[in-house]
Structures are given as C-alpha cells and as structure tokens.
C-alpha cells in the first residue's frame, strides 16, 4: 500500500476520491419552471407525486424514534403568498385544537424572494390531496416547512416538506442549503 500512496498516481487518485465524496453529498438538481434550479440533498428519494398537479416529490429517511419519514413536494401556483400562507396554518392545529400561527423568513437567492414558512403541531393529512376533499388524519408531533419562491420571470413555486417533528429537524439544514443553493439556468 506504501508503495501505491507513493506513485505517481495518488495525487490524481485522491482528487478523483475528494470529488466522489463531494458528489456523494449532493442529491439531484431538478427544475423549477424553464429558468431556475434546485438541487435536492443526496438522501431525498425521488418518488413519483401523488397527484397530477405536483412537479417533483421526494420521500426523506425517518429520523430514529420516528414512525415514518417525510414528504417533499414542489408545484408552481398562483395565489397571493398571505392566502397560501394562511392555507398552511390552517393545516395544522395546537394540541389545544388552537390555530397555529406560522414562523415567517424571508431571504434572497439567485436574486428571486423566498419567504420561508415553519409550522409544528397535529398535521390535518389530506391522504387524498388539498383539493380532493374528504376525512383527513391528525397526525400528532408534525412539522413542516415550506417555501414561496417568487421569481421574477417563471412565477411562484411552492416547495413543502412535511412529517414527524424529529425527521423535519433533521432534514431542516438540507432543506435551507437547498432553497439557498438556487441557481438561475
């Protein structure tokens, strides 16, 4: 081994193991509208999404303790950023059965606004969808967090990752370094 480390290619083997590595850690990049990127974090699953309306939908691994993991979905809307806002607040409720109020950010990235959403409590599940309508499912300990991206030139983009408090926690740096990583194409 002495020997090999000593050749004249180690120097080009160890470049080639330091750009593996940092491909390793990088997920997939993936459009937003005709204009932007984004790229997930290199454990989010592509997964084909659950209705026709959604874009681009990721599964991310369980965080110990936890019974399931999380759900990513991206989507273009319309709508004004306040009602889409609202509409997620109104998705989750205090162990109370209060309204839950959301934590709002807003930052820049490629020069686009990103407002930054994060909500915890009982998650009212639509297993059908937000517009399929019918029973949902409490879903106790929830968190989720998402984000209005408004770009100037390909509309909004909503991304929302949601699911059990300790999962979301852990997958919330991924997450920002993801929003903050947009790129223009």
Known sequence: ?????????????AVLLVASAARAEEGKPFDIGSKYVLTSPANWVVKPPKSRIIEYEFEIPAAEGDPSGGRVTVMGAGGSIDDNIKRWEGQFKSADGAEVKAEIKKF?????????????????DSPGGPFAGGATVDRESYRMLGAVIVTKDAGQYFVKLYGPEKTIAAAKPGFEKMLEGLKAK
């Open 108 to 124: 820049k990235a490629a020069d686009q606004d990103i407002h930054f959403v994060d909500l915890k409590g009982t998650y009212k």
């Open 1 to 13: 081994m002495k020997l090999f480390l000593k050749s004249a290619f180690a120097p080009a083997l």
